[in-house]
């Protein structure tokens, strides 16, 4: 299959629904998106998945690894409290690879996509040794209410919105809830927008690195220290280390008053 007929398929699935702020989508040589409001700011997250490095196609079907190339983009709009707007994606396939992985691929995207409201407005094909997934997302939030990582005050309380480990843990087994935890996060964009509207949050930031990671990170830019005094809560059947260390659970950390 050329890219030009892939071009083509990809346009028919992923045209932008009337009244999308993304007027043009794939087939132009840019995408062009006309906000209709003035007093939102635009929030922009990229990331890649490599073969072998982020993913197993051993393990990962192409379904998957299309839903978590956007999953992880979309955790990163979820913590700013945004509301996820378009994504660009950049595929660079291996040789091996025909057009029902390439359709595989997109429709588990286009299913995260749908669910967020996230119109694919373009990205680039390419020919590789192995398969690579490089991803943009855009975000609108109400100017200046942005959730940050620097935000943080002493006396803040410190929370996660969900159980850790999970993700690791189906790493390892590759087996029952725990895979799913691992192959398909699922991104939590409502609860971000929440905790920005209703809860009033001072800093928030995804769970990618492992909450002993990304903890650090959050005082570094906060310019404060942390103290962890009640239990962790740990994904059934994972271990404290997976919960502090394992990683991808893309869970929110998030501080409150």
Known sequence: ????????????????????????????????????????????????????????????SAADIGWKTLARGLSDIAAM??????????????????????DRFFGGLLRLARRYQTVLAGGDLARAAKVSCDIVVCGAVPKGTALLRSGA??????????????????????????????????????????LRE?????????LSDGLSIDLQRLCAASGASAEINAPLPVFPGATLDQALHGGEDYELLFTLP
């Open 153 to 194: 005050r002493p006396g803040d309380h410190i929370y996660v919105s969900g159980v850790l480990g999970g993700s690791a843990l189906g790493l390892e087994t590759r087996s029952g809830r725990a895979l799913k935890r691992h192959l398909r996060p699922e991104p939590r964009v409502r609860l971000g927008r929440f």
């Open 198 to 206: 209703e809860l009033g949050a001072t800093a928030a930031m995804d």
């Open 81 to 102: 409290g945004a509301q996820p707007q378009f994504c660009l994606v950049s595929l660079a396939l291996a040789r091996d690879l025909d057009e029902r992985w390439i």
């Open 1 to 60: 299959m050329s890219e030009n007929s892939i071009l083509a398929r990809l346009r028919r699935r992923a045209a932008p629904p009337r009244g999308s702020e993304v007027v043009l989508g794939i087939g132009d040589d840019c995408a062009l998106f006309r906000p209709r409001r003035r007093d939102l700011d635009l929030v922009f997250t990229t990331d890649m998945l490599i073969e072998d490095v982020h993913f197993l196609r051993e393990t990962h």
